[in-house]
């Protein structure tokens, strides 16, 4: 399948049309050149349906949406991709929409997104995660790609910061990494700054990878080959600093204002959700927790690893109530330690009850992303799902390793 076509993506989804998120997810997809696909279904089918999934759901738009994974399971479909969706108001939605993630994940190679809409989601909003969908079913032969060559860069345009990397025969020899400000001229600040540390001109650069919030912008100025969300881009570069690129991994990325959890077989996603509505579980509530207790964002972690988060009454994950919270418990006297243990908690506690329910975790768990060098994150991630968590070197360039090193399979061609 060349980059050029199109896409059949499967829709197994409840509410969709009521909610008038329909039309959205129709422009979305039409956005990347991918074709929604709606799994055809006997009747008969949906009175025993439950017994497949082992849930009796009373829903029969929910009824409807499981036998439409087992349609697309059993091949009555032909697609490339599944698009799970449902509603966020609905409890029972939730857990069916669970339920079919994991069965068409067990029962099938397809990559699949898993996505709670509200009345308010947008074709914008939904970008990224189609975009990762399709990518996956069209580069898989990219994606599959273990090792860098030539001499390539990679640019990681982020919502907070932007890093660069230049790369030559699969090392790092040159990074950069600023504040996103103006975001071309951030870029090239990051990017020259890899350069130099490189020892190397922009002309000798054979490929250039750019992915993050900016990719397209940046993308088109420096003449990028690899223009490419960061979903597949990061879980790239993450299992690859790792060197976990065969197997099983599950990686989380938390990153400035959003984050991402993504399940990995053999360097390729499968399955994947990613964070947005409260920017209470990114690393933007544990720069304003910084800030109030008036350390540097670098200091934070060090602060974190000493306290103990259950002398802190967190009454809210929103990141204003969030903040309040923490301001409250400061004046009842607790310690800054306490504080940014319980801000750390904080953020890793809403990633596990809100992403890591959409895929299954399975070691190793990598994380990365900025917020990974702040201590007290991997140690409250660890402390939550009493397992290791492993933070790769340069943990926070995930994505613009991840561009250097696909865009490499584009010097080769």
Known sequence: MNDEAVVKVALVSCGSEYAGVHGELESVASSVNAKLVYPEIEIDVLDDIGKDFGIEAASPDLRLMMARAKAVVEGLSDVDGVFI????????????????????????????????????????????????????????????????????????SGSTTTKAVVMRDNEIIGSGWVPTIKVIDSATEAFNQALEEAGVKQEDIQAIGTTGYGRFLIGEY????????????????????????????????????????????????????????????????????????????????????KGMEQNVDMNSYCIVFGIQSL???????????????????????????????????????????????????????????????????????????????????????
């Open 85 to 156: 969706t449902s509603c966020f108001r609905c409890a029972e939605a939730a857990i069916v929409r669970n339920e079919v993630r994991r069965y068409i994940n067990k029962h099938s190679e397809l990559p699949v997104i898993s996505y709670s809409f509200t009345e308010r989601t947008t074709a914008a909003t939904l970008l990224t995660r189609m975009e990762a969908l399709t990518t996956i079913a069209r580069r898989r032969h990219l994606l599959a790609r273990e090792k860098q060559s030539g001499l390539t860069a990679g640019i990681d």
């Open 222 to 305: 420096f003449g990028a080959k690899l223009i490419q969300e960061e979903i597949t881009v990061n879980s790239k570069g993450a299992v690859y600093l790792a060197d976990t690129q065969k197997g099983h991994a599950t990686v989380i990325d938390i990153g400035g204002m959003d984050n991402k959890a993504i399940s990995v077989d053999d360097g390729i996603p499968g399955m994947f959700t990613m964070g947005g509505i409260c920017a209470g579980a990114s690393g933007r509530f544990l720069d304003m927790t910084a800030k109030r207790l008036g350390v540097d964002i670098t200091e934070l972690g060090a602060l974190a690893v």
């Open 327 to 413: 301001v409250n418990s400061l004046a009842k006297g607790s310690t800054p330690e306490d504080v940014a243990a319980a801000a750390c908690h904080s953020v890793v506690e809403q990633i596990f009850e809100q992403q890591l329910q959409e895929v299954d975790v399975k070691e190793p768990l990598i994380l990365v992303g900025g917020s990974s060098l702040i201590e007290g994150v991997p140690k409250a991630l660890g402390e939550l799902l009493h397992i290791n968590v492993l933070v790769p070197p340069n943990s926070h360039l995930i994505g613009a390793v991840g561009s250097a090193l696909l865009a490499s399979g584009y010097v080769e061609e």
